[in-house]
């Protein structure tokens, strides 16, 4: 019987996979196809379109005097 080895999978995962490194493959992998859509509004973000907003609200936070590892916390309404 074959016994399963996360210690591969837990170097990678752990510590270069990290959330915005997923997000930004798949921004260059699905650039056009959608990311998200607003019902709401039926706006309806593509990944190329999602990415910039990112970036946009990355830049809005540095130009603020928000650094790298620095926490930031939005609560949205449950409504």
């Known amino acids: 019987m074959a016994v399963y080895d ?5 170097e990678v995962f752990e510590k270069s996979f990290t959330y ?5 493959r798949n921004v260059h992998r699905y650039q056009g196809s959608p990311a ?3 019902p709401l509004t ?4 593509t990944y ?15 130009s603020l ?3 790298p590892g620095e926490v930031v916390v ?5 409504g």
């Open 20 to 24: 915005i490194a997923g997000f930004r």
């Open 42 to 45: 039926d706006r309806t973000w």
């Open 48 to 62: 190329s379109d999602l990415g910039e907003d990112v970036d946009g609200l990355a830049a809005s936070l540095a």
């Open 74 to 78: 939005h609560q949205l309404l449950n």
């Open 65 to 67: 005097g928000l650094r």
């Open 36 to 38: 998200m859509h607003d």
């Open 6 to 10: 996360a210690s591969a999978y837990r």
